[in-house]
Protein backbone atom coordinates (compact mmCIF):
# COMPACT_ATOMS: atom_id res chain seq x y z
CA UNK A 1 0.00 0.00 0.00
CA UNK A 2 1.36 3.54 -1.15
CA UNK A 3 0.22 4.99 1.63
CA UNK A 4 2.84 4.12 4.11
CA UNK A 5 6.13 3.72 1.89
CA UNK A 6 7.50 6.41 3.84
CA UNK A 7 5.97 6.14 7.17
CA UNK A 8 7.10 2.23 7.60
CA UNK A 9 10.80 2.68 7.19
CA UNK A 10 10.79 6.65 8.73
CA UNK A 11 8.61 5.61 11.41
CA UNK A 12 5.91 8.58 12.23
CA UNK A 13 7.55 12.09 13.05
CA UNK A 14 5.44 15.59 13.67
CA UNK A 15 6.56 16.99 10.62
CA UNK A 16 6.00 14.24 8.33
CA UNK A 17 2.22 14.47 6.40
CA UNK A 18 2.65 10.98 4.18
CA UNK A 19 1.43 10.08 0.86
CA UNK A 20 -2.09 11.72 0.47
CA UNK A 21 -3.47 8.93 -1.76
CA UNK A 22 -5.53 11.73 -3.57
CA UNK A 23 -2.13 11.92 -5.15
CA UNK A 24 -1.42 8.91 -6.16
CA UNK A 25 1.85 7.95 -4.40
CA UNK A 26 3.13 11.31 -4.75
CA UNK A 27 4.72 11.99 -1.12
CA UNK A 28 3.81 15.19 0.27
CA UNK A 29 6.42 16.66 3.10
CA UNK A 30 4.91 19.22 5.24
CA UNK A 31 7.77 21.40 6.64
CA UNK A 32 7.07 22.32 9.89
CA UNK A 33 7.88 26.35 11.49
CA UNK A 34 10.86 24.53 13.59
CA UNK A 35 12.25 22.65 10.73
CA UNK A 36 11.88 25.81 8.40
CA UNK A 37 13.48 28.64 11.03
CA UNK A 38 16.30 26.34 11.53
CA UNK A 39 16.50 25.54 7.81
CA UNK A 40 16.87 21.81 8.44
CA UNK A 41 16.96 19.93 5.21
CA UNK A 42 17.78 17.07 6.82
CA UNK A 43 14.04 15.15 7.24
CA UNK A 44 13.12 16.40 2.83
CA UNK A 45 16.83 14.72 2.23
CA UNK A 46 15.60 11.37 4.09
CA UNK A 47 12.29 11.62 2.05
CA UNK A 48 14.20 11.58 -1.05
CA UNK A 49 16.71 9.12 -0.54
CA UNK A 50 13.71 6.43 0.48
CA UNK A 51 12.35 7.30 -2.52
CA UNK A 52 15.35 6.33 -4.27
CA UNK A 53 15.74 3.68 -2.41
CA UNK A 54 12.08 1.98 -2.86
CA UNK A 55 11.37 3.62 -6.23
CA UNK A 56 14.60 3.41 -8.18
CA UNK A 57 15.93 6.94 -8.79
CA UNK A 58 14.42 7.07 -12.44
CA UNK A 59 10.90 6.04 -10.76
CA UNK A 60 11.07 9.38 -8.34
CA UNK A 61 10.18 11.81 -11.24
CA UNK A 62 7.47 14.10 -9.80
CA UNK A 63 6.83 11.95 -6.70
CA UNK A 64 7.25 14.92 -4.40
CA UNK A 65 5.36 17.76 -2.87
CA UNK A 66 6.73 20.30 0.12
CA UNK A 67 4.37 22.51 1.70
CA UNK A 68 5.31 24.83 4.87
CA UNK A 69 3.76 25.25 7.53
CA UNK A 70 2.34 28.56 9.56
CA UNK A 71 1.84 30.55 6.16
CA UNK A 72 -2.06 29.87 6.49
CA UNK A 73 -2.58 33.70 6.99
CA UNK A 74 0.50 34.69 5.66
CA UNK A 75 -1.00 37.14 2.36
CA UNK A 76 2.61 36.88 0.70
CA UNK A 77 3.27 34.62 -2.44
CA UNK A 78 5.76 31.49 -1.61
CA UNK A 79 8.46 32.94 -3.20
CA UNK A 80 8.38 36.20 -1.01
CA UNK A 81 8.92 34.49 2.31
CA UNK A 82 12.77 34.46 3.37
CA UNK A 83 12.62 31.82 5.31
CA UNK A 84 11.05 29.51 2.35
CA UNK A 85 13.81 30.87 0.06
CA UNK A 86 16.47 30.11 2.29
CA UNK A 87 15.60 26.89 2.57
CA UNK A 88 14.52 25.79 -0.82
CA UNK A 89 18.35 27.14 -1.80
CA UNK A 90 20.05 25.27 0.67
CA UNK A 91 17.63 22.02 -0.39
CA UNK A 92 18.45 22.57 -4.06
CA UNK A 93 22.73 23.58 -3.58
CA UNK A 94 22.34 20.24 -1.90
CA UNK A 95 20.16 18.41 -3.76
CA UNK A 96 20.49 19.77 -7.41
CA UNK A 97 17.31 16.88 -8.88
CA UNK A 98 15.35 17.80 -7.05
CA UNK A 99 13.43 19.16 -9.85
CA UNK A 100 13.34 15.80 -10.93
CA UNK A 101 11.45 14.38 -8.10
CA UNK A 102 8.95 17.89 -7.83
CA UNK A 103 5.67 16.90 -8.99
CA UNK A 104 4.56 19.44 -12.01
CA UNK A 105 0.59 19.00 -10.94
CA UNK A 106 -0.76 22.17 -10.50
CA UNK A 107 2.26 24.27 -11.72
CA UNK A 108 4.11 23.13 -8.78
CA UNK A 109 7.48 22.90 -9.64
CA UNK A 110 7.65 25.72 -10.89
CA UNK A 111 6.30 27.50 -8.42
CA UNK A 112 8.39 26.09 -5.70
CA UNK A 113 11.53 26.87 -8.17
CA UNK A 114 10.36 30.16 -8.22
CA UNK A 115 11.82 30.33 -4.57
CA UNK A 116 15.65 30.06 -6.02
CA UNK A 117 15.05 32.52 -8.49
CA UNK A 118 14.59 36.32 -9.27
CA UNK A 119 10.69 37.21 -9.35
CA UNK A 120 8.91 40.34 -10.50
CA UNK A 121 5.12 40.76 -9.83
CA UNK A 122 3.80 41.91 -13.09
CA UNK A 123 -0.12 41.76 -11.82
CA UNK A 124 -2.46 41.18 -9.33
CA UNK A 125 -5.66 40.80 -10.84
CA UNK A 126 -8.78 39.20 -9.32
CA UNK A 127 -6.72 37.69 -6.95
CA UNK A 128 -4.13 35.86 -9.55
CA UNK A 129 -0.76 37.16 -9.33
CA UNK A 130 1.50 36.87 -12.61
CA UNK A 131 5.08 37.03 -12.43
CA UNK A 132 8.08 36.85 -14.07
CA UNK A 133 10.71 34.69 -12.81
CA UNK A 134 14.43 33.42 -13.46
CA UNK A 135 16.73 31.18 -11.76
CA UNK A 136 20.32 33.00 -11.79
CA UNK A 137 22.91 30.84 -13.70
CA UNK A 138 25.02 30.06 -10.28
CA UNK A 139 21.82 28.41 -9.46
CA UNK A 140 20.43 26.95 -12.79
CA UNK A 141 23.94 25.88 -13.76
CA UNK A 142 24.38 22.88 -11.71
CA UNK A 143 20.81 21.94 -11.84
CA UNK A 144 21.20 21.38 -15.54
CA UNK A 145 24.26 19.71 -15.59
CA UNK A 146 23.31 16.98 -12.88
CA UNK A 147 19.74 16.61 -14.55
CA UNK A 148 21.76 15.79 -18.34
CA UNK A 149 23.96 13.64 -16.31
CA UNK A 150 21.28 12.12 -14.60
CA UNK A 151 19.61 11.79 -18.37
CA UNK A 152 22.96 9.94 -19.91
CA UNK A 153 23.47 7.47 -16.90
CA UNK A 154 19.85 6.15 -16.95
CA UNK A 155 19.42 6.00 -20.93
CA UNK A 156 17.04 8.54 -20.71
CA UNK A 157 16.44 10.95 -23.61
CA UNK A 158 18.15 13.71 -22.90
CA UNK A 159 16.00 16.43 -25.22
CA UNK A 160 12.66 14.99 -23.60
CA UNK A 161 14.50 15.56 -19.91
CA UNK A 162 14.69 19.04 -20.71
CA UNK A 163 11.49 19.52 -22.36
CA UNK A 164 9.84 17.47 -19.16
CA UNK A 165 11.43 20.81 -17.01
CA UNK A 166 10.18 23.15 -19.28
CA UNK A 167 8.01 24.80 -16.93
CA UNK A 168 11.10 25.66 -14.59
CA UNK A 169 12.32 29.42 -15.02
CA UNK A 170 15.94 28.55 -16.18
Known amino acids: MTYSIVNDVLGTKE ?20 ELKKCNISNILD ?12 GCNEKLIICFSGYDDDSREIHQIPEIRKFMLKLVTKK ?11 NYRAISMCCV ?36 KYGLDVVKMRESMKDIPF
Open 15 to 34: SYTILDRNYNGITIHQVGTK
Open 47 to 58: IMNHLENILGFV
Open 96 to 106: PLLPYFLSSKD
Open 117 to 152: GDVNVLKVENGITSISAKIPKDISHPIIVELELFAR
